[in-house]
């Protein structure tokens, strides 16, 4: 996949399971209808970073951020070779400088990971359609989700999801804060789903908590940048 970037003025078993999950909540939607939703533009920021995934979305991110790339993205991918790790988004964005292995970006971070799952046709639900989910399925969503990455972090706070309306779509919006379990460093994380028809989108944005005056205004505004192709 091919991805374009101008200027102008994980966890694969994991994601099985979310599949899972959401398939049986887009089969047990209310049939019907919903009336057209109203245009709503997504967020744009002159001198932000224009970025567009072909066929699946446009966003922007600040220029303070790069996409994974260079030196740092070979160094990661061998290890994860040496380790037999698999998985990883189809989009990565990380501080500035990393990729080139910079010092300052070394000792920072902040990430914004971008991947879709391809289903079926209809297997999820349109774009713009509000999911219809009660308490009992939100609460259900959100085990499935703690428990795979608590396979991997310390879980240290955990902020339920709730189902958010953003730039004319909907989504499945869930934070936490975690740490590795060999280290006590927090870093805060929210997760964004979005069902499109035949594809879910996942918008995942964190970073570290001892950096949050260098990256939350930012990365808080990010989602609202975004602006996915319906699929039919």
């Excluded at 996949?1 to 078993?13: H, P, V």
């Excluded at 280290?183 to 964004?192: C, E, G, L, S």
Aim: net charge positive.
């Amino acid at each position: 996949m091919q991805y374009q970037i101008s200027r102008s003025k994980g966890i694969s078993q994991l994601m099985v399971l979310l599949l899972l999950l959401l398939s049986v909540t887009s089969c047990n939607a209310q049939s019907g209808s919903n009336p057209p939703a109203k245009k709503e533009a997504p967020l744009r920021i002159d001198s932000w970073l224009n970025i567009s995934i072909p066929g699946i979305c446009r966003f922007q991110a600040p220029p303070t951020m790069e996409i994974q790339g260079g030196d740092y993205k070979k160094v990661k991918e061998a290890i994860m070779e040496v380790f037999e790790i698999s998985g990883g988004a189809d989009l990565i964005l990380q501080q500035k400088g990393l990729n080139d292995l910079d010092p300052k970006a070394r000792g920072q971070y902040c990430r914004v990971l971008v991947n879709t799952t391809r289903g079926g046709e209809g297997e999820f639900l349109p774009l713009k359609e509000k999911t219809p989910v009660t308490k009992a399925d939100l609460q259900e969503y959100d085990q499935v989700i703690r428990s795979g990455l608590e396979q991997q972090y310390t879980i240290l706070d955990w902020y339920p999801t709730t189902v958010e309306k953003i730039n004319g779509f909907y989504a499945f919006k869930t934070g936490y804060r975690r740490s590795l379990k060999s280290a006590m460093n927090p870093v805060v994380v929210t997760i964004y789903s979005i069902h499109n028809h035949r594809m879910m989108h996942t918008v995942t944005v964190s970073y570290r908590e001892s950096e949050t005056e260098l990256w939350k205004a930012d990365l808080d505004r990010v989602i609202n940048t975004f602006e996915f192709e319906r699929q039919k």
